[in-house]
């Protein structure tokens, strides 16, 4: 019986390496190193200009490993764990060695189903129609943060599970996070998705993703609707994205309209218009008691000039303006300046960045 049975402890521990002989499995590091010098005026209302090294001028600073076993009849595991870190003081972000991104799953012709931290669909389509965001990431004061950065639910679910497929034209992602919470599976849920039609030049896309609070009271509703149509080395976008908090019926709203150029093949060339609002009952998001703000509206326009000087380094100037009135004042300076300006009419801030980035 002793013998019978050590014969199958050595026969389980040796099948995963006789199956690996045949099936192919692979990892790869890469990453992105992006740093950038960039002043700002008036940031936070105040009339007090900033000089700084920012961690990411365009495109976050991550590494990564990603891999995938073959596992036949077309499908495969799949894992990614991507870190993000700052390059101004070499520090991780986001608090986890893997903030950016960590999960595990399985992939096949019938598309991807994966399990941890992940984008939401918000993240994945919303960004697909920033006309500042394609050439490599969005970029430090990107006119997608007015408004406090909230248009993307947190870009990142916790204790999730992702479905992505695709069919013909069209992909779909349709994204669930567990609350966790004691006394309700509602308490904390997440719940979105999002589908991306592309063909010939034209591409279109939609994505709707809510949060329950921890204590399943209230709900955070985020929207985003856009199009990109190429001509030639141009590409026109315009888009939409939307944000609704039960508390206070606080109301939020970003257009914007712009275009990419491909210039020559090392030079990228993008300019962008926005405007923003908010109304209701909209309040600072940072203050440990928060402070009545109201409604208010921006518009912002930015220019992003990217050089590549090969495949993997490319050097980058942006620059942007921004004029804030009423209550989006109040959450400009606070976002920006750590502390929100409430008794002006309005503030108006202008940046200019130069950087540079490494892909490996």
Same mark, same amino acid.
């Given at each position: 019986?002793?013998?019978?049975?050590l014969?199958?402890?050595l026969?389980?521990?040796?099948?995963?390496?006789?199956g690996?002989?045949?099936?192919?499995?692979?990892?790869?590091?890469?990453g992105?190193?992006?740093?950038?010098v960039?002043?700002?005026?008036?940031?936070d209302?105040l009339?007090?200009?900033?000089?700084?090294l920012?961690?990411?001028g365009?495109?976050?600073?991550?590494?990564?490993?990603?891999?995938?076993?073959?596992?036949?009849?077309?499908?495969?595991?799949?894992?990614?764990?991507?870190?993000?870190?700052?390059?101004?003081?070499?520090?991780?972000?986001?608090?986890?060695l893997f $903030?950016?991104?960590?999960y595990? &799953?399985? #992939? =096949?012709?019938?598309g991807? /189903?994966t399990? @941890?931290?992940? !984008?939401?669909?918000l993240?994945?389509?919303?960004?697909?129609?920033?006309?500042?965001?394609?050439?490599?990431?969005?970029?430090?004061?990107?006119?997608?943060?007015?408004?406090?950065d909230?248009?993307?639910?947190?870009?990142?679910?916790?204790?999730?599970?992702?479905?992505?497929?695709?069919?013909?034209?069209?992909?779909?992602?349709?994204d669930? $996070?567990?609350?966790?919470?004691? &006394?309700? #599976? =509602?308490?904390?849920?997440? /719940?979105?998705? @999002?589908?991306? !039609?592309?063909k010939?030049?034209?591409?279109l896309?939609?994505?709707?993703?809510?949060?329950?609070?921890?204590?399943g009271?209230?709900?955070v509703?985020?929207?985003?609707a856009?199009?990109?149509?190429?001509v030639?080395?141009?590409?026109?976008?315009?888009?939409?994205?939307?944000?609704?908090?039960?508390?206070g019926a606080?109301?939020?709203?970003?257009?914007?309209?712009?275009l990419?150029?491909? #210039?020559?093949p090392?030079l990228? /060339?993008?300019?962008?218009?926005?405007?923003?609002?908010?109304?209701?009952?909209v309040t600072?998001?940072?203050?440990?008691?928060?402070?009545?703000?109201?409604?208010?509206?921006?518009d912002?326009?930015?220019?992003?000039?990217?050089?590549?000087?090969?495949?993997?380094?490319s050097?980058?100037?942006?620059?942007?303006?921004?004029?804030?009135?009423g209550g989006?004042?109040?959450?400009?300076?606070e976002y920006?300046?750590?502390?929100?300006?409430?008794?002006?009419a309005?503030?108006?801030?202008?940046?200019?960045?130069?950087?540079?980035?490494q892909i490996?």
């Amino acid at each position: 019986m002793h013998k019978t049975a050590l014969r199958w402890l050595l026969a389980g521990a040796l099948l995963p390496a006789a199956g690996g002989s045949h099936a192919q499995s692979s990892v790869n590091l890469y990453g992105v190193v992006s740093t950038a010098v960039r002043y700002t005026s008036n940031i936070d209302g105040l009339h007090h200009d900033q000089a700084e090294l920012v961690a990411s001028g365009i495109g976050g600073s991550r590494w990564g490993l990603k891999g995938e076993n073959d596992l036949g009849s077309g499908n495969k595991a799949v894992f990614l764990l991507e870190n993000g870190f700052g390059t101004d003081n070499g520090q991780t972000a986001y608090n986890a060695l893997f $903030g950016r991104q960590a999960y595990v &799953g399985l #992939a =096949g012709a019938w598309g991807s /189903l994966t399990f @941890g931290r992940q !984008y939401n669909a918000l993240n994945n389509v919303g960004w697909s129609f920033n006309p500042l965001d394609q050439s490599l990431g969005n970029f430090w004061s990107d006119p997608l943060y007015l408004g406090g950065d909230i248009f993307f639910q947190d870009y990142r679910i916790n204790n999730s599970v992702v479905y992505k497929g695709t069919l013909g034209p069209v992909t779909v992602q349709l994204d669930y $996070g567990f609350g966790e919470q004691p &006394g309700g #599976a =509602g308490k904390g849920q997440t /719940l979105g998705g @999002g589908a991306m !039609y592309q063909k010939g030049p034209l591409a279109l896309g939609l994505s709707y993703d809510q949060r329950h609070t921890a204590d399943g009271a209230g709900t955070v509703r985020n929207w985003s609707a856009g199009g990109s149509y190429a001509v030639g080395k141009t590409t026109l976008y315009l888009g939409h994205m939307g944000r609704h908090e039960d508390a206070g019926a606080a109301r939020f709203g970003i257009y914007f309209a712009g275009l990419g150029h491909q #210039a020559t093949p090392a030079l990228h /060339l993008s300019a962008a218009y926005y405007r923003y609002q908010q109304s209701g009952g909209v309040t600072t998001q940072f203050q440990a008691t928060p402070q009545w703000l109201g409604g208010g509206s921006a518009d912002a326009v930015a220019a992003v000039a990217d050089y590549a000087f090969s495949k993997r380094t490319s050097l980058f100037l942006e620059v942007d303006a921004v004029r804030a009135r009423g209550g989006a004042a109040g959450r400009e300076t606070e976002y920006w300046g750590g502390s929100p300006v409430t008794a002006s009419a309005g503030t108006t801030r202008f940046g200019v960045m130069l950087g540079m980035r490494q892909i490996f």
